[in-house]
């Protein structure tokens, strides 16, 4: 724990000079006022984040956390359990859609074994893959807690580790997930942080039809039922509804926040990790850049109870970390307005008209 | 105007057999069903557009149309009229929005001068734009017609030239547009294609106030009353209420369309030349990616006029093709998705359980 708490105590929110000085070099930039939008507001905050007026954001990577989940038991997803362990090769292999899209973007990929039920031992060993296994999946929160307290407290560990050994070489993260069933325990920790209803933030996850999400939908009312996750704590919540990866996103926010890093939140799942992280530090908030608006039920409600709006909308909901490393291109993009585009006085452009 | 009857009788629309084959690689996958939304929808569109399940969009190219307006007599702008020649400078200088963008999606620029006021005759020579001036701006539409129609034949088929000029080294083209004055050119062809009024397509351009918006609307409306210009001829449409870049840009496409190349178009003002296009050749449409939504109110009207929906929402209005920029690296990415995800059979995933 006295990682987590040395983290959590060294997170200090955005840098109001700098996002100051940014505004006003970018009021100046030869184009009517603010004409790049959100490309101008994710300039600023970058400033903020890293507290320079020249954010560094070449260094990219996605790490996909991967975990299984004992909920499985109860049939909530639409694919077996195994295709956790097969995805992980998948990411291996370079076949999988968060390849191709981190590929697109220059981005690094990091795959971490979290929880996976199958042994990943040899992956681990050839390291291809970074293990910090807790053990082989969550148990079921249909009929109790998903982890112990310190298992929570050690998921969340993990993930601030990772990001700090990344310190010397990353300058922006992506955070990314795998685990066949984690669509439920994500819906179940985004009801209890927002107050709403399992029905009005669960969806169809991998695609189930209108029966089984009826299912899905009963399983987790029991499941916070049952476990009455504690809505302003974090690790409670993370121990009793959550899972393995869904903590060691919640970390390597916590982590890249602590480093001053932007850290770029993928869809759904990497959101019900980031509401765990703002419930241990709301200050963490000022780090993340919101990648997308996951076309998973409940995520729109999930980024508003966080104050962040979405870069992209693509009707995506495939996880992995594809909508982070989609929106690498755009924070790079915001970078080169800020750094690249003459002021009205050094390209000798007349201003508006004064009138 | 033997070019443009020949290169609109030669549009083809979309291949539907390419885009079955694509959508049928896509189905398998490895990730639940189209996860990926949009970015696999653009995937089978590019299959359509190009006739292969290998869509090459490396060889990336914004081609910025630079013209000046006589409506700016009416001073509906907030900018004088040297900018336009000044932007250009700016453009060659490597210091504007556009250039910041285009490098980032690893995309060249080509400048062309339609109509500037001002004399750009020694960066012509120098090789640093093209010149395609047909006269030194347009004529002030709130009193009679833009152009002559020879004007505006000539206008479009200079943009279907730089497409074939470059069809031996570009892959996929990028519409952009600088001209002071021409959202009001631009929201008067809005109007008529649309049939909505003037006040319900015009918008603060550079950003101008809510009384010189109300001035504004008061020219547009005159400018279609004066010139009764017909909504189904485009080149009618052009000549009375356009501007040389937007017929350029209506070239582009169309030149785009007949090599059966993507063309994505930027924002109001390349949105305003697509209408054109498309009242000269129903087909172009296929070919067109839209890049944005843009800010300028109008842009969303004409977008579902040609039933295109936009890629991205970021709250930008600038134009130069800086929305066409952007798109760009989720055009490469969706042929990444199609090119480089291995399927359930290839990576050996286990598919959704059968119930």
């Known amino acids: 724990m006295r990682l987590l708490t040395d983290t959590i105590n060294n997170i200090t929110g955005r840098d109001e000079s700098f996002r100051a000085a940014a505004t006003s070099r970018l009021d100046g930039l030869t184009m009517p006022h603010w004409a790049l939008g959100r490309l101008m507001d994710l300039a600023v905050d970058l400033c903020g984040m890293t507290r320079t007026m020249r954010p560094r954001v070449e260094r990219k990577m996605v790490v996909v956390f991967a975990s299984d989940h004992g909920v499985c038991a109860e049939r909530v997803s ?17 076949g999988a859609g968060i390849n191709a899209l981190a590929r697109r973007a220059g981005a690094d990929i990091r795959v971490v074994d979290m929880g996976v039920a199958e042994s990943l031992e040899s992956l681990a060993t050839e390291g291809k893959i970074l293990s910090r296994k807790i053990r082989p999946g969550t148990s079921n929160i249909a009929v109790g807690p998903a982890m112990k307290l310190d298992e929570a407290a050690l998921a969340v560990e993990a993930g601030i580790e990772i990001a700090n050994a990344l310190s010397e070489s990353i300058d922006i993260f992506g955070t990314g997930d795998m685990g066949i069933g984690n669509t439920t325990a994500s819906a179940a920790i985004v009801s209890v942080v927002t107050g709403l209803a399992p029905r009005e933030v669960t969806g169809t996850g991998t695609g189930i039809d209108q029966a089984q999400l009826q299912h899905k939908i009963s399983v987790i009312e029991r499941a916070v039922a049952i476990n009455a996750p504690e809505p302003a704590d974090g690790l409670d919540l993370l121990a009793k509804v959550g899972g393995f990866e869904i903590g060691a996103i ?9 480093l001053r890093r932007p850290v770029i939140v993928d869809g759904f799942i990497s959101t019900a990790g980031a509401l765990i992280a703002a419930t241990l530090s709301p200050s963490c908030r000022d780090f993340i850049i919101a990648a997308h608006k996951s076309a998973e039920r409940g995520h729109a409600a999930a980024l508003r109870r966080l104050g962040l709006e979405p870069l992209l909308d693509l009707n995506m909901r495939l996880g992995e970390g594809t909508g982070a ?16 585009v003459a002021t009205f006085t050094e390209a000798g452009v007349s201003r508006a008209d004064e009138r």
């Open 78 to 94: 639409l694919y077996p359990q195994e295709v956790t362990a097969q995805m992980v090769h998948n990411f291996v292999n370079g």
């Open 250 to 258: 919640a970390g390597l926010i916590l982590g890249a926040a602590r």
């Open 325 to 340: 490393a989609l929106a690498m291109n755009l924070v790079e993009a915001a970078v080169g307005v800020l750094t690249e």
